[in-house]
C-alpha cells in the first residue's frame, strides 16, 4: 500500500518472478510424474503447489505433508487412474483439498469426475482451483453422500480416508449405476476392513470384491485399492427404495410443471 492508501501497480517481473519461485519444502515433481500426467504435468504442479500453500493456508493439509505431497497425496491417487474404464463418471465421495479426485481428473481426461464434499470451507477452495486449473472435466458438489442417493448415480466412487470401510460403502455404493464399481484407498488396513465388511457388501449389492495394487514399477510403494464391484442393485434394497422414492418425486414435480403448462394451454 502506498503512503496515500492506493494500492501500488504490482510490478510485472516481481510478480512473475514470485509465481515461478519453488514453494518451501515442496520437492520438485519426480520424473515419473511426466509418465503419469502427460502434458497436463504443469497443471499437476500448479495443482501441488496450491495443496503446499493455499490448502495448508487453509488448514485443508498439514503442513508437514508438504515435503511429501508428491509421493503420498498427487500420483499415489493419480496411479488409480490405471482402473478406471474409458469415458467413465467418477464421484470422489469426501475429497477434502480434491484427493483423489483432481490428481485422477489430470491423469484420465476423458473421465468425468464429481468431486463430493460436504464443507463449505473446502468447496470454495475445490471451486476455486477448478476455475484456476481449467479442469472441464470436474465438477464441485457440495453434499453428504448420503443425501445424493437418486440424484447422482456414476460408474465409479472413489474415496481416500473418509470412513471404514463398511459405512464408506453405505454411502458410496448406492450412488453406482449396475455393475458400477467403488475404488477405496485403504492402505494397510484393506484386506482386515474387507473381511470385517462382507457382510455388509452383500447386503449393499456388492457381488465381487478385492485388494489390489496400483501403481506397482512406477511408484516407490503402490497404492492399495479395495475394488468392490456392485451388481444390478448397487446399494441394496434401501436405496433401490430411495431411488425410487427420488424418481417418482422428480416425475411428479414435472408433471405439476407440464400441469401447469398443459393448463396454459388450454386457456
Ligand atoms: C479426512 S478427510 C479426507 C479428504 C480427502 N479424501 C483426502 O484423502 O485428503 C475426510 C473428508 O470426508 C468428508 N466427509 C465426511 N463425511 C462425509 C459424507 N457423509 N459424505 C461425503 N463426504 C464426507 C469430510 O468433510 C472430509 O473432507
Redesign the pocket.
Known amino acids: 500500500m502506498d503512503r496515500d492508501g492506493t494500492a501500488a501497480e504490482p510490478d510485472e517481473a516481481a510478480v512473475d518472478a514470485a509465481e515461478d519461485a519453488p514453494v518451501e519444502g515442496l520437492a520438485p515433481a519426480p520424473a515419473v510424474a511426466q509418465e503419469i500426467f502427460g502434458d497436463r504435468l504443469p497443471i499437476a504442479e500448479r495443482y501441488t503447489e496450491l495443496l503446499a500453500t493455499a490448502a495448508v493456508q487453509r488448514g485443508l ?1 498439514g503442513p508437514r505433508e508438504v515435503p511429501r505431497l508428491w509421493d503420498r ?1 498427487v500420483l499415489n ?1 493419480a496411479v488409480l487412474a490405471e482402473l478406471l474404464p474409458k469415458e467413465a463418471s467418477l464421484c ?9 479426485g483432481i490428481p485422477v481428473a489430470l491423469a484420465r481426461p476423458d473421465v468425468s469426475v464429481t468431486l ?4 463449505l470451507r ?1 468447496t470454495t477452495f475445490l471451486e476455486e482451483v477448478v476455475r484456476e486449473l481449467g479442469l472441464d472435466n470436474v465438477t464441485v458438489l457440495r ?4 443425501e445424493m442417493v437418486g440424484k447422482l448415480a456414476v460408474d465409479v466412487v472413489t ?5 471404514p470401510l463398511d459405512r464408506l460403502a453405505g ?1 458410496g455404493m448406492p450412488l453406482l449405476r449396475p455393475y458400477g464399481q467403488m475404488l477405496a ?1 485403504k492402505g494397510d488396513t484393506a484386506e482386515q476392513e474387507l473381511a470385517d465388511s462382507r457382510s455388509a457388501l452383500t447386503r449393499l449389492g456388492a457381488v465381487k470384491w478385492s485388494v489390489t495394487s496400483v501403481g506397482e514399477g512406477l511408484l516407490e510403494t503402490s497404492t492399495r485399492v479395495v475394488r468392490v464391484e456392485a451388481g444390478e442393485s448397487p446399494g441394496g434394497v434401501k436405496a433401490a427404495a430411495r431411488r425410487a422414492k427420488a424418481a417418482r418425486a422428480g416425475r411428479s414435480g414435472r408433471e405439476r410443471e407440464g400441469g401447469r403448462g398443459g393448463a396454459r394451454r388450454r386457456r
Not at 470422489?92 to 483423489?100: K, M, T
Not at 463430493?116 to 464443507?119: A, D, G, H
Open positions: 493439509i497425496h491417487c470422489d465421495v469426501g475429497s477434502g483439498a480434491g484427493l483423489p463430493l464434499e460436504p464443507l473446502r453434499g453428504r453422500a448420503e474415496a481416500r480416508a473418509v470412513a454411502w484407498l
